[in-house]
Structures are given as structure tokens and as C-alpha cells.
């Protein structure tokens, strides 16, 4: 008897155990299963400009509904966390958890490959950004990323010229000063006879206002964003490049995911930022000239669109352009010849000419 009581106390003893123990995991899954994670997305783009009502409320809705809102997206226009230029450290240091970060600001990072797309006249799209980009980040960057997750990857639209006086040929450029932040573009510039000046694009209407510069190298959909018709009633379009935009994500952030989340962003979030991206930028570049047009129609603007010899005189330099990228390529220890080969036969694949 004595036996058969020790044996019974000891089975209710583990018993008790066993469902405090029980508990205690459904405690702790039903405290994560509440925990809110945010994410503060920078965004450079202006409160009114498409990009904030087509990609980022989009996408930050998004994620909010398939993750039944454990993650919750904060959204920052106008670059409010950060300017673009600090973006890579300001994503890898925790400042903002996401955010785009263009490789033209940050040639001296593991971003310098992806400058190669920023060589004018070669991506003049989206979806062709989106193509030959993600299959070229897949060959030659993969394991470059540490404190910053790569995402996915697009870009805007073509960057146009909007200026204050017509811009018709390579002669019209001479000593103009120009805003433009991409060292592809800007060596374009000089090579044209410009003056290239830097600027912010929160900085572009009250420097063209106050003359500070004579124009800027913007994308249609941006320059409607920043109302630059105002100040600018020119427009010569030449599709001169489109700005690569690889959206990354700290490394940090992803990691103290749950894992069926963490997975979820880098299969589906990443690659759904980009793809609203390229929608969006494909959709509304030609809306964004006829828009422009319109505002401009009854200030004695125009949109000019140059003739092919015309054109050939602005492309005159990318060969060397093109050169000159794989020198620096092979500097800094990459096989310059090799990127370049394999980024034109990707472009090809498209039906991209190269200018010759």
C-alpha cells in the first residue's frame, strides 16, 4: 500500500509538472504570437508623389494582412529618416529597418557592381532593370550583403532633362549647370560640356527657383511628385538611364523575425516591393509626360523629343563610358571585362542596342 502511494503521489507530482510545463509553452507562443514588429520604411519620394499611394502604402498593407499583423509598416516620405545618400548606413546601423539604396550614392560600398547599370543609354526601363538586374545580382552578389539584407531590385522610370530654357542639342549644354547625383550621368554631363551640380531631390524646385541651377536629370513620374513644371516648363526627353533601386532590409530586423515570417520576406515581401515598383514606374512614365504637358501648355513649354542624330551626339560617350567602368571595375579587384560581357548580353537578351 505504502508502494502504491508513493507511485500515485509521484504520478500526480509529474503530472503536475508536465502541464505547468505546458503552460508554460502556451504562454510563451501565445506572446510571440502577439508581438508587433515594426518596420520604419524610408521612403525619399514627396507625400504627394505616386510612389508613396502605389508601392509603399501598397506594400505595407501587404505585409501587415499575411503576416495577420505582427508586422506593422511605418512609412516615412521625403526622406524623413534619412537622405538617400546615407541609406545603406543608415539601414545597416538600425536607424530605419527598409529602404531603397541607389549604388550611384554609394560607389565605394559592396553596391559599386550595380553601378554598371547606372552607364546612361543601356537600362532605359523597369522591367528590364528588374530582369537582367536580379540575374546579375545572383551571379556576382550574393554573399556581398552582411548588415543589410538584399531584398529585391527595380528602378524608376527614365530620367529626362527638365530645364528653365530649351535644351535641343549637345550645343545647348555648354557651361548649364545640371543637378545630378550619379556618376554615371554626371560624367556624361561634363563629357557634354555641362556643369554638373549635386543636389537633393527635396533641393530641385527652389534651386531651379532661385537659379542655382539652369535644369535637372529627374524621371517624369518624380518630376510630377515635386511639381517642377512650376519652375521648369522644359522637357527634352531622351531616356537618358533609369536609377537602379535594390531594396534592402537590416540584417537585424530580419533575423528577429519569426522564421515562417522571415522566409515570407525574403520568397515574397522583397520581391513584391519590387515588382510594385516596376509597375508602377512602367504604367505611369508616359501618363507622367502627357501630365507634364498639360501644366506646362499654357507657360510656352514643350516637351522635345531629339532627332536620331541629334540623339547620337548625346550618345557619343558611353562607349567610353562603358570603358572607363571597367577600368574602375578592375581596380577595385572584380573582373571588370567579365561584368561588362555578361551585363550587355543579358541587355541583348532583351533586345537592348547598344550604343556604338
Same mark, same amino acid.
Given at each position: 500500500m505504502k508502494i502504491k502511494k508513493v507511485l500515485g503521489t509521484l504520478v500526480l507530482t509529474l503530472s503536475i509538472i508536465s502541464l505547468g510545463a505546458c503552460g508554460g509553452v502556451q504562454s510563451n507562443t501565445e506572446k510571440d504570437s502577439s508581438k508587433v514588429y515594426e518596420l520604419n520604411l524610408n521612403v525619399s519620394a514627396a507625400p504627394t508623389s505616386p510612389f508613396n499611394e502605389n508601392v509603399a502604402k501598397p506594400w505595407a498593407e501587404y505585409v501587415e494582412k499575411e503576416t495577420d499583423g505582427?508586422?506593422?509598416?511605418?512609412?516615412?516620405?521625403?526622406?524623413?529618416?534619412?537622405?538617400?545618400?546615407?541609406?545603406? $548606413?543608415?539601414?545597416?546601423?538600425?536607424?530605419?529597418?527598409?529602404?531603397?539604396?541607389?549604388?550611384?550614392?554609394?560607389?565605394?560600398?559592396?553596391?559599386?557592381?550595380?553601378?554598371?547599370?547606372?552607364?546612361?543609354?543601356?537600362?532605359?526601363?523597369?522591367?528590364?532593370?528588374?530582369?537582367?538586374?536580379?540575374?546579375?545580382?545572383?551571379?556576382?552578389?550574393?554573399?556581398?550583403?552582411?548588415?543589410?539584407?538584399?531584398?529585391?531590385?527595380?528602378?524608376? #522610370?527614365?530620367?529626362?532633362?527638365?530645364?528653365?530654357?530649351?535644351?535641343?542639342?549637345?550645343?545647348?549644354?555648354?557651361?548649364?549647370?545640371?543637378?545630378?547625383?550619379?556618376?554615371?550621368?554626371?560624367?556624361?554631363?561634363?563629357?557634354?560640356?555641362?556643369?554638373?551640380?549635386?543636389?537633393?531631390?527635396?533641393?530641385?524646385?527652389?534651386?531651379?527657383?532661385?537659379?542655382?541651377?539652369?535644369?535637372?536629370?529627374?524621371?517624369?513620374?518624380?518630376?510630377?511628385?515635386?511639381?517642377?513644371?512650376?519652375?521648369?516648363?522644359?522637357?527634352?526627353?531622351?531616356?537618358?538611364?533609369?536609377?537602379?533601386?535594390?531594396?534592402?532590409?537590416?540584417?537585424?530586423?530580419? $533575423?528577429?523575425?519569426?522564421? $515562417?515570417?522571415?522566409?515570407?520576406?525574403? #520568397?515574397?515581401?522583397?520581391?513584391?516591393?519590387? $515588382?510594385?515598383?516596376?509597375?508602377?514606374?512602367?504604367?505611369?512614365?508616359?501618363?507622367?509626360?502627357?501630365?507634364?504637358?498639360?501644366?506646362?501648355? #499654357?507657360?510656352?513649354?514643350?516637351?522635345?523629343?531629339?532627332?536620331?542624330?541629334?540623339?547620337?551626339?548625346?550618345?557619343?560617350?558611353?562607349?567610353?563610358?562603358?570603358?572607363?567602368?571597367?577600368?574602375?571595375?578592375?581596380?577595385?579587384?572584380?573582373?571588370?571585362?567579365?561584368?561588362?560581357?555578361?551585363?550587355?548580353?543579358?541587355?541583348?537578351?532583351?533586345?537592348?542596342?547598344?550604343?556604338?
Amino acid at each position: 500500500m505504502k508502494i502504491k502511494k508513493v507511485l500515485g503521489t509521484l504520478v500526480l507530482t509529474l503530472s503536475i509538472i508536465s502541464l505547468g510545463a505546458c503552460g508554460g509553452v502556451q504562454s510563451n507562443t501565445e506572446k510571440d504570437s502577439s508581438k508587433v514588429y515594426e518596420l520604419n520604411l524610408n521612403v525619399s519620394a514627396a507625400p504627394t508623389s505616386p510612389f508613396n499611394e502605389n508601392v509603399a502604402k501598397p506594400w505595407a498593407e501587404y505585409v501587415e494582412k499575411e503576416t495577420d499583423g505582427a508586422v506593422k509598416v511605418n512609412i516615412f516620405p521625403s526622406a524623413a529618416l534619412g537622405s538617400l545618400t546615407t541609406s545603406l $548606413d543608415d539601414i545597416e546601423a538600425g536607424v530605419y529597418e527598409a529602404g531603397l539604396v541607389p549604388p550611384g550614392l554609394h560607389v565605394d560600398t559592396e553596391l559599386f557592381p550595380l553601378t554598371i547599370a547606372d552607364t546612361p543609354f543601356l537600362v532605359n526601363s523597369p522591367e528590364i532593370a528588374q530582369k537582367v538586374l536580379t540575374k546579375f545580382v545572383d551571379k556576382y552578389m550574393k554573399d556581398v550583403f552582411k548588415d543589410g539584407t538584399f531584398m529585391g531590385i527595380s528602378s524608376t #522610370d527614365s530620367y529626362q532633362i527638365y530645364s528653365t530654357t530649351p535644351i535641343k542639342s549637345v550645343k545647348d549644354f555648354k557651361n548649364h549647370k545640371i543637378s545630378d547625383s550619379v556618376s554615371g550621368r554626371i560624367e556624361l554631363f561634363k563629357e557634354l560640356g555641362a556643369v554638373p551640380v549635386s543636389l537633393a531631390n527635396t533641393e530641385l524646385y527652389e534651386s531651379l527657383e532661385r537659379s542655382v541651377v539652369d535644369s535637372v536629370s529627374y524621371t517624369a513620374v518624380g518630376a510630377n511628385g515635386y511639381k517642377l513644371e512650376e519652375v521648369a516648363p522644359y522637357m527634352t526627353k531622351v531616356d537618358l538611364a533609369v536609377s537602379t533601386l535594390p531594396f534592402l532590409i537590416n540584417t537585424n530586423f530580419l $533575423d528577429s523575425l519569426p522564421s $515562417d515570417i522571415k522566409q515570407k520576406f525574403i #520568397d515574397v515581401f522583397g520581391p513584391k516591393y519590387a $515588382d510594385l515598383m516596376t509597375e508602377l514606374y512602367t504604367s505611369s512614365s508616359e501618363e507622367a509626360i502627357k501630365t507634364f504637358e498639360s501644366h506646362i501648355k #499654357d507657360k510656352g513649354g514643350e516637351v522635345y523629343v531629339p532627332s536620331a542624330d541629334e540623339m547620337k551626339e548625346f550618345k557619343a560617350p558611353v562607349k567610353k563610358q562603358m570603358k572607363a567602368w571597367v577600368t574602375e571595375a578592375d581596380k577595385r579587384g572584380y573582373d571588370g571585362q567579365e561584368m561588362m560581357d555578361y551585363f550587355v548580353e543579358l541587355l541583348e537578351a532583351e533586345g537592348v542596342k547598344i550604343p556604338k
